[in-house]
């Protein structure tokens, strides 16, 4: 079992640790910024680190790479752990370089699969622009010249304009030429003859680059020399006396010290050499003889080496240059002293107990002075800005990463608190030694999320390093700009808003830190602000997975015309990482009145031949309403001509509207016809339909009680059934007797052989247009017969889903007197049957034969 768990948790891992490396195939960067390199993953499930693998290429070659920790070749390349486990695995470099542009390779190891993800990083820089040359003379042709510096890549435009026109001739742009950082210039001129006006004109160089989010612009005024006769005599004058006093300095000092020899001063220098940072020894020679010659050497593990005057070395695509071992000699005689500089940018690896040597060599004559570099100072710098996370207990993280530095200690010093009253925090510090022998250092401190809710709160963290002069410090609120949870609003929902009717504006606020937020709902009309009451307010709070917190703040109102139509919603939110509350607006309402039935369908008699039918609709906004009639048999459907009637509600600004139509009584005879009435309104999301049919008129039968007289046995009567107030007239009436469960219908005539029973109607119509209905059945009752039997009397008509009935219950039917001689015979009938039943009770007559033998006594038989 434990084998088979095993097999199905490791087939269960595989299934759901699928990668897929996303990212754009292009990305820039600014030269001299710290940019990244942007890599993201998705494993289908959360980040193990232990199985986890990232290797960055550049150019084919590996720059960096993660198992368990970061190694990499250079300082100026890192990764962010922490960002690991949510997939980002971008690779951060400091300084940028136009060298660091290129193909760049992120792959993704998870488990056993690899996926990669190719990433072409564009480096870039915006041009510098100067006007170098605005100087020239009134009526003469002059130059113009406009130069643009350190910009990459060598595209470029450049125009010349006056007072906004475009100058178009006498314009040339020089061939651009390459800085030491690998970046271009050039310079751009144009050719004018100025004149008078052009002192008050305004001249513009404008230049377009790729790296320019617009284009720049260079405005400048002529500046006009003076050319006049007596400006150049003075001008003249004024050199000569200059150049007498010169040359007579030189030949009086040259004269004193002719025999003296030269002397080489001690070199001076900067008191630290820092890692990266270009540094100049300056080398002073006096009495310095015109056949002078001076050298810089430099001296490591006991062998000297002369310095050679060179330019920035160029690398190839393939090589990144992390060192730049350049040397720049510069040299300068000033009367009797010769100075010079050697100017170069130190790296600990190339310096460090290095020896300088300036020499002077002048016939036999030999003098030098040293300058000893023990130590190359590695400043601290931020690999990445101070990192913020959340804890799901609602604590925030501060994590500081500083690298490159050396030697290796170094003091870091968190604070918090408001300004005067900071309180010194306890800190995790992790130091660790990079491959190129400088150090990297991690510090983290914890602070609880109830003291981030004061906006004058502030995280300050200073650090100390024996290679700068002054502790350098960072300090962080919750209001910085780079503060990344900040409540986001969005905007309001609102719903459909009716008139009267309960409606509910939500407003989601998002992805803030700390718990606390204020909502304020305000209405504005016209130039009116009104704070809306707390009681129609509501709030519902959750924490998101990344610990952030979120809220649905809700306002309930119920809309009406005066009050809020035009009328403005504004969800005010504040939060202590805002300077000012953010607003959202829902923009001027616009409140709808749904019409309402304010009762059922009126219908009238409008005439002897027609129906009225009158729809009244209530409380609705705007005015504009579609009713529309028909009719539908089995023939097809027909449409109706309506009258309608609109009008104003003073007291809430609706609209009523009463629509009337007439229809013909003869499609109402027909039980499946319908009556259909649709209205549509802007207030509504899809029309309303009513129907009625015959069988929703007011004037049904109204079917009376059977009217039954005494009956006598073989005497005639007379059965009335009274109908009143129905319409249209068809109505259909018959007669059926009911007896031991047998139903039979009467016949509306009587047949010659039984005259019976006799019907006869009568229908008569009334004032109010409706009809009234009289049958009568007449018959002689039979007590042998129809001794309690039923008479009912049916009723049919269209407006009735069945028939009506009436009922005369069991009919009671009274014997008629008889003489003397007809009861004695009654009394010899029954005397006679009881001396039959005795004679059978002696004679034990079967009992089958009993009924055959009383028939056959009652028949006259012996």
Known sequence: ????????????????????????????????????????????????????????????????????????????????????????????????????????????????????????????????????????????????????????????????????????????????????????????????????????????????????????????????EDRSSAGIIAACSISVVILIIIITGVLWWRRKSKNAPFIVRDIAGPPKMIDGEEAALYCTVDNAPEELCVTWLMRRDGQDQEIQMSQTREHSEEEESLVDTSYVIRSQVVLSQYLSSLSFIPHMETHKDVTFICRGVSGQHKAKKKFYCKTVFGKPKMSQPIMRSLFVCGEMKYLLNLGRFYPKSIKIVWTCGERGTEEVLSSIDSISESPDHNYNISSEVVIP???????????????????????????????????????????????????????????????????????????????????????????????????????????????????????????????????RPIERSTGRLRVYGKPQMSAPIEITMADSYRVQFSLNLQKFYPKDINISWSWKDSTGEYLLSAVETISTRDNDLTYEVTSVVRVHVHPFRDPEMKIFVEWKHESMETSETRSLSIRDLPWRPLVGSINVPRLKDGKSATLTCDIL??????????????????????????????????????????????????????????????????????????????????????????????????????????????????????????????????????????
């Open 449 to 579: 999320e109830a003291r981030h809710k004061d906006p004058g709160f502030r995280v300050k963290v200073t650090w100390d390093h024996e290679s700068i002069e002054e502790p350098e410090s960072q300090e962080l609120s919750i209001r910085d700009s780079d503060y990344i949870w900040t409540p986001v609003v969005e905007d309001i929902l609102i719903p459909r808003l009716l008139h009267g009717s309960p409606a509910v504006l939500q407003c989601n606020i998002l992805g803030y830190f700390p718990d606390a937020i204020t909502v304020k709902w305000m209405r504005r009309n016209g130039d009116k602000l009104h704070e809306e009451n707390d009681d129609n307010q509501g709030i519902t709070s959750r924490r998101a997975a990344d610990n952030t917190y979120s809220r649905t703040a809700s306002l309930t109102i119920t809309p009406d015309l005066r009050t809020h139509q035009g009328a403005e919603y504004i969800c005010l939110v504040e939060h202590p990482s805002l300077e």
């Open 725 to 862: 107030g129905y319409f249209p007239d068809p109505l259909s009436v018959s007669w059926i007797t009911k007896k031991d469960g047998n139903v039979i219908d009467l016949p509306g005539e009587p047949s010659k052989k039984d005259r019976t029973y006799k019907i006869s109607h009568k229908e008569k119509r009334q004032t109010d247009n409706t009809y009234s209905y009289v049958s009568s059945l007449t018959f002689t009752p039979i007590i042998s017969s129809d001794q309690g039997s039923e008479i009912i009397c049916r009723v049919e008509h269209p407006s009735e889903e069945g028939p009506v009935e009436r009922s005369t219950g069991p009919l009671h039917i009274g014997e008629r007197k008889r003489s003397s001689f007809q009861n004695a015979i009654k009394d010899f009938a029954s005397f006679d049957n009881w001396l039959i039943e005795q004679q059978m009770m002696l004679l034990r007559i079967p009992k089958q034969k009993e009924a055959q033998f009383l028939t056959f006594q009652k028949d006259g038989g012996s």
């Open 1 to 224: 079992m434990d084998v088979i768990r095993m097999f199905l948790f490791l087939a269960l891992g595989r299934s759901v640790s699928s990668i897929y490396p996303t990212g754009p195939s292009v990305h820039d960067a600014r030269l001299g910024s710290d940019a990244w390199v942007p890599c993201t993953f998705n494993v289908g499930q959360p980040v193990n680190p232990n199985h986890l693998t990232i290797l960055w290429h550049f150019l084919n070659k590996e720059i960096l790479s993660y198992n368990k920790t970061v190694r990499t070749n250079s300082s100026r390349h890192s990764l962010s752990t922490e960002k690991l486990l949510t997939g980002e695995a971008n690779l951060t470099i400091s300084n940028i370089r136009i060298s660091d542009g290129g193909r760049y390779k992120c792959s993704v190891i998870y488990r056993s699969e690899r996926k990669e993800k190719e990433v072409w990083l564009d480096v870039g820089a915006p041009p510098q622009v100067t006007i170098t040359d605005k100087t020239i003379v009134l009526n003469e042709e002059s130059v113009l010249r406009c130069s643009a510096t350190g910009f990459f890549p060598p595209d470029i435009g450049i125009k010349w304009f006056r007072d906004g026109e475009k100058l178009e001739d006498n314009i040339f742009l020089g061939d651009s030429w390459i800085n030491p950082d690998r970046t271009y210039s050039v310079n751009s001129t144009v050719t004018i003859t100025p004149t008078e006006e052009d002192r008050e004109r305004n001249f513009s160089c404008r230049v377009q680059h790729k790296y320019l989010l617009e284009p720049l612009h260079k405005d400048f005024r002529l500046v006009y």
